[in-house]
Structures are given as C-alpha cells and as structure tokens.
C-alpha cells in the first residue's frame, strides 16, 4: 500500500486496498481550489499563475472553464448550486450566477481593500466565510503586488443578503483553509504563516460556534501539521478532518489524532470530494491533480 502511511489502525477503515492514488491532470503551476460539481460530473480548480480555471469531466477530458480568472484561488458552492471563488487579482470574494453573471460579494472591509482572499465557506445559513491572506499582493506572481491596507490578515463572515461584512477572527498571522465540521458545531482555520517564515505557525485551529451561528469563541489548536503547511482542508460524514500538507493528505480524527495519510508526490494545496456518492478524493498538488476512491464519503455541501 504505497499510496498510504498508516500511522493508527483506525486509518484502514477509510482506504481501499485496492484503489490506487491516480494523477488526472497535469500542466499547472499552482493548482488551487477543487470543486466539485456533481450536476455535471465536473471538477473545477484554479490554476494560480496561469491566471485560469481548469475543468476535467467524468470521462478524462481537461478543458478550460475560464481564462483570465484574475488569478483566482480557492472555490466552493453556495447552497443554491453556485460558484463562489476567491480572486487574488480583484481582491474579492465572488459568485458566479446561473446566467453566467459576476456578483462581488467583497471587496473591501471599512473601506479599505481587501488583501488578497484566499478560501471560502459557504454555511446553511446562507452566509459567506472566507480568508484574507496577502499572498496574492506580495509579489505579481499570484495576483498583483500592492500595499496591504487592512491592519491585519483576518477571517471575515458575509451575511446572506450581503449587506453586512464582518471580522470572525483577528489574530492569525496569515489565515489560509477553513471548514465548518459536519454539524457546524465547530469552525477550523488553518495558518499558514510558516510558508515565509520557518518559525511562523503551520497549525489548523479549531473554535465553537456560538449559538448566534455569527461569532466564534475557546480557539485553540487543533493539529499542528508536519511537514510543510496545511492550506485547504475537508471533513468526511464522520467529522474526520483531511487536510494538505507536503506530503500528501493527512487524516486527523475529531479529537485531533493523526491517524494516517494520503502519500502524493507533489506538494499538496487542497482538496475536495466528489463523484456520484462522494466517496472520492480529488487532490490539487503543486503541477497536477490526483484523485483516490476511499472508503468514506465527504461532508459538504451541495
């Protein structure tokens, strides 16, 4: 089983031994922000430099689902079925809707731009969570090179209607993935500080929601992710928490127990599940996409 590092038994209850680790795609810089649209039997990701969206389909074929994405990083649906990206180039978080229409949901907090957001949920409530690293303003490679205006790198909350943006979280040197759990009884958050400096953070936190399902509260650490960074991160029906790193996927349980991982020959960025039941793994890793068949099935929504 070369694909898996089983590090507690409990790991072999969610692999197959008989599915291997599959690279569907290849010939990105970056590969960021898998979604997965069941609909179409499509998978959708960011390819960050390259300032373009990829799309591969069900029967192998990669084609381009949108160029000049202003370099567009992490995705998600939104509970009606839409498109929701992140753009380093625009500073904002947007939606895509079903005409093919572009609505900002932000741009800008106390009217100042925005950094750069990075990753972004979608609740049942209707309501948008997204970070707000800078990365996409250091340097012209992802994004442009700007000044940063905010005062701060932090995790903000867009009401339903869009008409209220707020700070969620205010103290993370450079917030990256997030992710409610299965019941959204709790809200992680990932740092990624450590990608510029060896001694930042490189952890995923974990908070309660409180019972307004509009403010956090007890942050603490969840897992401290080695070796490399955790960037994007998904929950299977268990409230097993996957997440990327150097080496591949790591799998941690609810009460922050590393249990095993998903060995990928590339750096990891993000990752998604998908298919008819869910049930597979689709991985953005540096140059490429991989998928794996597991024998769980993923948490989120649509």
């Not at 031994?17 to 960011?46: H, M, Q, Y």
């Not at 932000?106 to 309501?127: I, M």
């Not at 009401?159 to 205010?170: F, G, H, M, R, Y």
Request: with cysteine; proline share 6%.
């Amino acid at each position: 089983m070369a694909d898996y590092e089983i590090i507690d038994a409990r790991f072999r209850e969610c692999i197959l031994g008989n599915a291997a680790v599959e690279k569907i795609a290849d010939g990105c810089r970056w590969a960021e922000g898998p979604v997965w649209f069941g609909d179409s039997n499509t998978l959708i990701w960011s390819d960050i430099p390259n300032n373009r969206m990829l799309r591969w389909h069900w029967n192998g074929r990669v084609d381009t689902y949108r160029s000049d994405s202003l370099n567009s990083n992490g995705n998600t649906r939104d509970r009606e079925g839409r498109l929701v990206s992140c753009l380093h180039g625009a500073r904002a978080v947007v939606r895509t809707e079903p005409d093919g229409k572009i609505t900002t949901i932000a741009d800008s907090y106390q009217g100042k731009n925005l950094n750069s957001p990075n990753d972004v949920v979608v609740k049942s409530d209707g309501s948008i969570w997204f970070t707000d690293p800078p990365y996409g303003i250091m340097s012209d490679y992802e994004g442009f090179k700007s000044p940063q205006e905010q005062d701060g790198c932090y995790v903000y909350r867009v009401s339903p209607d869009l008409t209220d943006i707020s700070v969620v979280c205010d103290d993370f040197v450079k917030p990256n993935g997030l992710a409610f759990n299965p019941d959204e009884s709790k809200f992680y958050v990932a740092d990624s500080a450590r990608s510029h400096d060896p001694n930042a953070p490189h952890h995923i936190r974990v908070f309660d929601v409180n019972a307004d399902g509009k403010t956090l509260s007890n942050g603490k650490v969840f897992a401290e992710i080695e070796p490399g960074i955790p960037d994007g991160f998904r929950f299977d029906t268990d409230g097993r928490l996957w997440t990327s790193a150097k080496d591949g996927i790591h799998c941690y349980l609810p009460d922050g127990t590393l249990i095993g991982k998903i060995l990928i020959p590339e750096t990891v960025a993000n990752l998604t599940f998908g298919g008819p039941k869910k049930n597979r793994m689709f991985i953005t890793a540096t140059s490429s996409v991989y998928s794996v068949y597991l024998a769980i099935n993923g948490a989120q929504h649509p």
